[in-house]
């Protein structure tokens, strides 16, 4: 039974993560038929330097918090990790306070030197709030899942993002008539009131379910260490996880700035580049980003189920952690890259109303598996202590898709689609060298045949499906929306089936699935 806490917090992340993709995708959809696609340009130039506002205040901290509460709890010394937890939300108070006062002052600032557009200032300014609620929020997310009980997230994420996708949608349709950078503020305003809503429930949950600080072993006091000795602890673990953060934030803001700034090299005007960045980032970014709802449940719950099995000493434990979370994720992640691949131009016109997107999601689609696990690597690396590899990693790779960024998307011949193949390349290579240093320092040996071959085989069956299916379908003169229904409905079945038939999915497998049903408090 080993293991099944961890498969259990993964699944409460999953479910919740389920709820949530599927609520924001629909957000994703309502968006971009409301204000089009240059008002959603103009949102996400502005939110990549919003969350880069978030890590500096957070500091990594929350992740800390989740590791190090994770490793007294295995001491059994409650005292210990509210000390850490106690001394954490003093410094995130700090912190978000005065990243507000940086934002508002460099708002201006920004607006004038830095975007290629200038109306992005009132959606900028607008999401200033949000920083001290997702800071003093994210101190209480990591402490519950330190004690690895991840509902508390899962509740208030999910409250979150229905706040937030009912609101902004509600102020962006209120405030259209005004002009498209008004209903870019409508968008701002929901993400405020979701955060705000999460933190107040957050805040109720912790009152009511706090664990009692005198659950400790005799002499246990003893472990409660001095303030310069906690304060070094958490850095240790916070500052690389910052300056990983740090570097996937710039990235995301580099490309909000620089692909529209390439694509006017190219030929384009202001107006074409914004809208052919928001197709990019909000419809194929998207879809290939709705798989990572499994890897980040994985990796959330990885950091402290890997940090409790170090902390034990247990390696055998630790191994086969990873193994479960890089299966699932290759189980995961080939399918949908096929299912990209094969139906891009139908998920882009059904749900969007732009199939021309659809190239962009096929050059996507390739990496997609390689973002997947980049994301279940870089938890696993963090819960063994080694937040650093991920950094450095990440600079590489972040290099290379500036640099293809710059070159590739100013050519008229590739435009938006070279973006897309920059993008790719560094999802490619971070994941690789993750598991390469994993594999380094003997906590991972992957079986080819049951994490690749099989759902790889699985996955080519159920190409072969969706290809004949589309054809005869698309013969016999259905339209694009019964066909993409259809297609999804009977790929995904078949690629279950193959995968039973080949012993893709183990007796061990359905076991740990069975248990994922058996809540037991620890």
Same mark, same amino acid.
């Given at each position: 039974?080993a293991?099944?806490?961890?498969?259990?917090?993964?699944?409460?992340?999953?479910?919740?993560?389920?709820?949530?993709?599927?609520?924001?995708?629909?957000?994703?959809?309502?968006?971009?038929?409301?204000?089009? /696609?240059?008002?959603?340009?103009?949102?996400?130039?502005?939110?990549?330097?919003?969350?880069? @506002?978030?890590?500096?205040?957070?500091?990594?901290?929350?992740?800390?918090?989740?590791?190090?509460?994770?490793?007294?709890?295995?001491?059994?010394?409650?005292?210990?990790?509210?000390? &850490? #937890?106690?001394?954490?939300? #003093?410094?995130?108070?700090?912190?978000?306070?005065?990243? =507000?006062?940086?934002?508002?002052?460099?708002a201006?600032?920004?607006?004038?030197?830095?975007?290629?557009?200038?109306?992005?200032?009132?959606?900028?300014?607008?999401?200033? /709030?949000?920083?001290?609620?997702?800071?003093? *929020?994210?101190?209480?997310?990591?402490?519950?899942?330190?004690?690895?009980?991840?509902?508390?997230?899962?509740?208030?994420?999910?409250?979150?993002?229905?706040?937030?996708?009912l609101?902004?949608?509600?102020?962006?349709?209120?405030?259209?008539?005004l002009?498209?950078?008004?209903?870019?503020?409508?968008l701002?305003?929901?993400?405020?009131?979701?955060?705000?809503?999460?933190?107040?429930? @957050? $805040?109720?949950?912790?009152?009511?379910?706090? /664990?009692?600080?005198?659950?400790?072993?005799?002499?246990?006091?003893?472990?409660?260490?001095?303030?310069?000795?906690?304060?070094?602890?958490?850095?240790?673990m916070?500052?690389?996880?910052?300056?990983?953060? &740090?570097?996937? =934030?710039?990235?995301?803001?580099v490309?909000?700035?620089?692909?529209?700034?390439?694509?006017?090299?190219?030929?384009?005007?202001?107006?074409?580049?914004?809208?052919?960045?928001?197709?990019?980032?909000?419809?194929?970014?998207?879809?290939l980003?709705?798989?990572?709802?499994?890897?980040?449940?994985?990796?959330?719950?990885?950091?402290?189920?890997?940090?409790?099995?170090?902390?034990?000493?247990?390696?055998?434990l630790?191994?086969?952690?990873?193994?479960?979370?890089?299966?699932? =994720?290759?189980?995961?992640?080939?399918?949908?890259?096929?299912?990209?691949?094969?139906?891009?131009?139908?998920? *882009?016109?059904?749900?969007?109303?732009?199939?021309?997107?659809?190239?962009?999601?096929?050059?996507?689609a390739?990496?997609? /598996?390689?973002?997947?696990?980049?994301?279940?690597?870089?938890g696993?690396?963090?819960?063994?202590?080694?937040?650093?590899?991920?950094?450095?990693?990440?600079?590489?790779?972040?290099?290379?898709?500036i640099?293809?960024?710059?070159?590739?998307?100013?050519?008229?011949?590739?435009?938006?689609?070279?973006?897309?193949?920059?993008?790719?390349?560094?999802?490619?290579?971070?994941?690789?060298?993750?598991?390469?240093?994993?594999?380094?320092?003997?906590?991972?040996?992957?079986?080819?045949?049951?994490?690749?071959?099989?759902p790889?085989?699985?996955?080519?069956?159920?190409?072969?499906?969706?290809? *004949?299916?589309?054809?005869?379908?698309?013969? *016999?003169? #259905?339209?694009?929306?019964?066909v993409?229904?259809?297609t999804? $409905?009977?790929?995904?079945?078949?690629?279950?089936?193959? @995968?039973?038939?080949?012993?893709?999915?183990?007796?061990?497998?359905?076991?740990?699935?069975?248990?994922?049903?058996?809540?037991?408090?620890?």
């Amino acid at each position: 039974m080993a293991g099944y806490s961890f498969l259990q917090g993964a699944f409460i992340l999953l479910i919740a993560g389920l709820i949530n993709r599927f609520l924001g995708f629909g957000y994703q959809i309502a968006m971009m038929r409301l204000i089009g /696609p240059e008002g959603v340009g103009l949102f996400n130039m502005v939110f990549p330097v919003y969350i880069m @506002m978030l890590v500096l205040a957070t500091a990594g901290i929350p992740l800390a918090i989740a590791k190090l509460v994770a490793e007294e709890v295995a001491g059994n010394n409650m005292p210990g990790a509210y000390r &850490i #937890f106690k001394l954490s939300l #003093f410094i995130l108070m700090l912190t978000s306070v005065f990243f =507000t006062v940086v934002l508002i002052i460099g708002a201006p600032i920004l607006t004038e030197s830095y975007f290629p557009n200038p109306r992005v200032y009132y959606c900028l300014i607008s999401l200033v /709030p949000g920083i001290i609620i997702v800071t003093l *929020c994210s101190a209480f997310r990591g402490f519950f899942q330190g004690l690895q009980q991840m509902s508390p997230t899962a509740i208030t994420q999910t409250i979150e993002q229905l706040i937030r996708v009912l609101s902004g949608l509600a102020f962006a349709y209120i405030l259209l008539p005004l002009g498209i950078e008004y209903a870019a503020v409508g968008l701002s305003i929901g993400v405020v009131l979701g955060e705000l809503t999460g933190f107040i429930f @957050m $805040l109720r949950i912790y009152v009511r379910r706090k /664990p009692v600080a005198l659950h400790y072993v005799s002499g246990s006091w003893r472990k409660i260490y001095s303030l310069g000795h906690s304060l070094k602890k958490i850095s240790t673990m916070a500052i690389p996880v910052t300056l990983t953060r &740090i570097v996937a =934030t710039a990235l995301m803001s580099v490309q909000a700035v620089l692909i529209p700034q390439r694509l006017q090299a190219a030929g384009l005007s202001v107006s074409q580049a914004t809208s052919a960045y928001g197709q990019f980032i909000g419809i194929a970014e998207a879809l290939l980003f709705m798989p990572g709802v499994l890897t980040m449940a994985l990796a959330t719950s990885l950091v402290p189920a890997m940090s409790d099995a170090i902390s034990a000493n247990n390696l055998t434990l630790a191994r086969t952690r990873i193994l479960d979370a890089v299966r699932l =994720t290759i189980q995961v992640g080939v399918p949908a890259a096929c299912i990209f691949l094969l139906l891009a131009n139908e998920l *882009c016109g059904v749900l969007f109303g732009y199939a021309q997107t659809g190239i962009i999601l096929k050059v996507l689609a390739l990496a997609g /598996p390689f973002l997947y696990l980049q994301q279940t690597t870089t938890g696993i690396l963090q819960g063994v202590g080694r937040a650093d590899v991920p950094f450095k990693n990440l600079v590489l790779s972040s290099l290379v898709c500036i640099m293809g960024i710059y070159y590739l998307t100013a050519m008229p011949q590739l435009g938006i689609k070279g973006a897309a193949m920059a993008v790719a390349a560094g999802y490619i290579i971070m994941p690789v060298l993750n598991m390469l240093y994993l594999y380094k320092i003997g906590l991972f040996a992957p079986s080819i045949r049951e994490s690749v071959m099989m759902p790889l085989v699985a996955s080519l069956g159920m190409s072969l499906l969706i290809t *004949c299916l589309k054809k005869i379908l698309y013969g *016999c003169g #259905f339209h694009d929306g019964s066909v993409l229904f259809i297609t999804l $409905l009977a790929g995904g079945v078949i690629y279950l089936v193959l @995968m039973l038939l080949t012993g893709g999915v183990n007796d061990q497998d359905r076991e740990k699935f069975r248990g994922l049903f058996k809540f037991n408090r620890r």
